[in-house]
């Protein structure tokens, strides 16, 4: 069984600075791994991927992920942060090679950003 | 338009009663999916199906049950609504295939009260 741990249900930061979500998981096989962000009364929307190439990936937006088989993480950064970024993020795992792209999801961290 | 449309967007409704969310996506995928969102735990899964004559439970699915109309219209049911369905849903679609990218495609939701 897959699973998804995201340390802090919230996170404040102010503009500028850096932004850093945390990402766990547990997979049996090797994982493809997603970032998601949620803006307010919207559906999800893709931020980024990894699914076996590079580990470092770039998505929308200066985000990037790094994927550490070794920590079993896929922490989420951007170097500084805008108030556009005001929203909730949710890491997700799938089984890679499975039949299907049955994701699980965490728990979702929203991010508050101060001017 | 939106790719993937759901609705109604916003129901309150009483315990007991019968309510059904309606799902339509104009991407022409085969795999469409069911989840509900609540705070602190992320999007879990109800139900999905990867085509037409293809129907899954999900990690949640009692209380709940799927139609899947046509390749392009999902729905989902309450036959006896209870107050801890109250909750934001989420459909979703995903290709297969060489456009199997691994990445799901969103509605904008449905808000569900329960009272």
């Known amino acids: 069984a897959q699973s998804v741990t995201q340390l802090g249900s919230h996170v404040s930061v102010s503009e500028g600075a850096l932004v850093l979500l945390r990402c766990n998981y547990s997979?049996?096989?090797?994982?493809?791994l997603f970032w998601y962000v949620q803006y307010p009364n919207q559906g999800l929307q893709l931020l980024l991927k990894?699914?076996?190439?590079?580990?470092l990936v770039k998505g929308i937006n200066g985000f990037e992920a790094e994927f550490k088989k070794s920590e079993t993480s896929f922490h989420l950064t951007k170097p500084s942060a805008h108030m556009s970024d005001a929203a909730e993020y949710f890491c997700?795992?799938?089984?890679?090679?499975?039949?299907?792209?049955?994701?699980?999801f965490g728990g979702g961290t929203r991010v508050l950003v101060k001017p | 338009d939106a790719d993937v449309t759901q609705t109604p967007r916003n129901r309150i409704t009483k315990t007991g009663k019968r309510i059904m969310l309606e799902c339509s996506q104009t991407?022409?995928?085969?795999?469409m999916y069911w989840y509900r969102q609540d705070p602190g735990l992320g999007l879990r899964l109800i139900y999905y199906?990867?085509?037409?004559?293809?129907?899954n439970k999900g990690e949640i699915s009692d209380g709940y049950s799927v139609s899947r109309q046509a390749q392009a219209k999902f729905s989902l049911s309450l036959e006896s609504a209870i107050p801890n369905q109250t909750a934001l849903y989420f459909c979703?679609?995903?290709?297969?295939?060489?456009?199997?990218?691994?990445?799901?495609?969103f509605g904008e939701g449905s808000r569900l009260t329960v009272l």
């Open positions: 979703a679609t995903s290709g297969t295939g060489t456009v199997n990218t691994g990445e799901l495609f």
């Open positions: 997979s049996s096989v090797p994982p493809y």
């Open positions: 990894y699914t076996s190439a590079a580990t």
């Open positions: 997700a795992v799938s089984e890679s090679g499975a039949a299907g792209n049955k994701l699980t």
């Open positions: 991407k022409g995928h085969d795999r």
């Open positions: 199906s990867f085509d037409v004559k293809d129907i």
